[in-house]
Every structure is written in structure tokens, then in C-alpha cells.
């Protein structure tokens, strides 16, 4: 079956580190999306892509970074500059980006990332 | 950015219609309404979007006000499966998709 896969779906960071959340999808999609989730709230842009190697910063990119070299791929690294990154990690894709607003999105199944 | 406005909060009983409103005063013409649904410690999934007719598809039907400032999203026949946060959604380029708080519906068996 076509969809999004995320993993791992629990992660744990000391402070200071880097880490990198994995999203793939395999619907020949070619806009792909991040966002965050706190607890008991809606979800913030971070991060989108249109196309391979083009992306573009959302409404909280501080503090994070992206790559996008294959369509299929769009991994995002919580760096050790975003201070507060105790939250769940969406990944999504659509068809494209772009155009007229008419294009669904759909949701992998989160990573919740902790901070030890 | 168009804003949506929720209720919080929404109860229904098992095996009866629920109608879950949105209020989006603001709403431009080249703006498309969409509703997603998320439970617990999952992504959303998309439920249905329209521009400015009613649709309808198999999970659910939307009906939207002629003026197209609030919109109504339908579950026919709620199950406990449905228990879930609603989100109402304007998106006019597909980049801009901004989720709210929504609105938590219980079902009641």
C-alpha cells in the first residue's frame, strides 16, 4: 500500500545533540511537509518541498533543517539550537505545492521525540 | 491568513448525525475549506474539501453557506470509530494549510 512512513516512532535526545526523524513516502508525491505538534494544540509549518533539492522555511524553522535530494526522502534534523523540542513530529506529502489549495495531504504517523 | 473558528468541544451519540460547524468570516474566493480528523497519537487524515459546493464522499458530507463564511462538516452515522479532533482548514495554495485547535468530538455509545 502507498503511504508516509516515519520512524523511529519514539526518539530521545540529550541536550546538545542533533538528531535526524525520517519520513518517506512512496505515492509519487512531489511537495512533502513537516510540522509540529505540542500537546493539546493544532500544527505549525516547519519545513515544506515542492520539488527535489528545493525547500522551504514554514512558520518555525529555527532551530531545524531539511534536505530533500530524492523525491521519495525528506528528512529532518532537530538541531541542538531549537531549545524547546519536546513535541510530535508530522510528516505529510501532496501531490504538489503550490497551485490551487485543492490538494489533500496525507500524514505519516509521527515521531514523538523526548528530551532525557 | 483566513482564521477558522470551532467549538472546542462536541459530544454525539452513537449511530446519530453530527454536524460539526466552522465559522471562517474572512474566507477569500480563491480559498478551499478542507476538514481533516486525528485520534490519538496519530497523523490527521484527511476527510473531504470543497470551494463552494456541497460535497459529499463516503466518509462524510460538507455543506457550505451560500455567503461561504462558515461551512458544515456531516458524519451521518457517528460511530466510536469517529472519536477524534476535527480540524477546519482554508487553504488557497496548498503551502499554507494552518491547523487549529479543532474541535474534539466524543461519541457516546
Known amino acids: 500500500d502507498g503511504g508516509i512512513t516515519q520512524s523511529p516512532k519514539y526518539l530521545f535526545r540529550k541536550e546538545g545533540q542533533n538528531v535526524t526523524l525520517s519520513c518517506e513516502q512512496n505515492?509519487?508525491?512531489?511537495?512533502m511537509y513537516w510540522y509540529r505538534q505540542d500537546p493539546g494544540q493544532g500544527l505549525r509549518l516547519i519545513y515544506y518541498s515542492q520539488i527535489v533539492n528545493d525547500f522551504q522555511k514554514g512558520d518555525i524553522a529555527e532551530g531545524y533543517s531539511v534536505s530533500r535530494e530524492k523525491k521519495e526522502s525528506f528528512p529532518l534534523t532537530v538541531t541542538s539550537a531549537q531549545k524547546n523540542p519536546t513535541a510530535f513530529y508530522l510528516c505529510?506529502?501532496?501531490?504538489?505545492?503550490?497551485?490551487?489549495?485543492?490538494?489533500?495531504?496525507?500524514f505519516g504517523d509521527g515521531t514523538r521525540l523526548s528530551i532525557l | 491568513d483566513a482564521k477558522t473558528t470551532q467549538p472546542n468541544s462536541m459530544e454525539s451519540n452513537e449511530e446519530e448525525p453530527v454536524h460539526l460547524p466552522c465559522n471562517h468570516s474572512?474566507?477569500?474566493?480563491?480559498?478551499?475549506i478542507h476538514w481533516y480528523r486525528q485520534l490519538p497519537s496519530q497523523g490527521p487524515e484527511y476527510v473531504i474539501h470543497?470551494?463552494?459546493s456541497n460535497v459529499n464522499n463516503r466518509m462524510a458530507s460538507l455543506a457550505i453557506a451560500e455567503d461561504r463564511k462558515s461551512s458544515t462538516l456531516i458524519l451521518h452515522r457517528a460511530t466510536l470509530r469517529d472519536a477524534a479532533v476535527y480540524y477546519c482548514?482554508?487553504?488557497?495554495?496548498?503551502?499554507?494549510?494552518?491547523f487549529g485547535a479543532g474541535t474534539r468530538l466524543t461519541v457516546k455509545p
Open positions: 482548514i482554508l487553504s488557497h495554495n496548498n503551502n499554507d494549510m494552518r
Open positions: 474572512t474566507i477569500s474566493g480563491t480559498d478551499y
Open positions: 470543497g470551494l463552494t
Open positions: 505529510a506529502s501532496s501531490i504538489g505545492a503550490g497551485g490551487r489549495g485543492n490538494q489533500p495531504q496525507h
Open positions: 505515492l509519487n508525491h512531489d511537495a
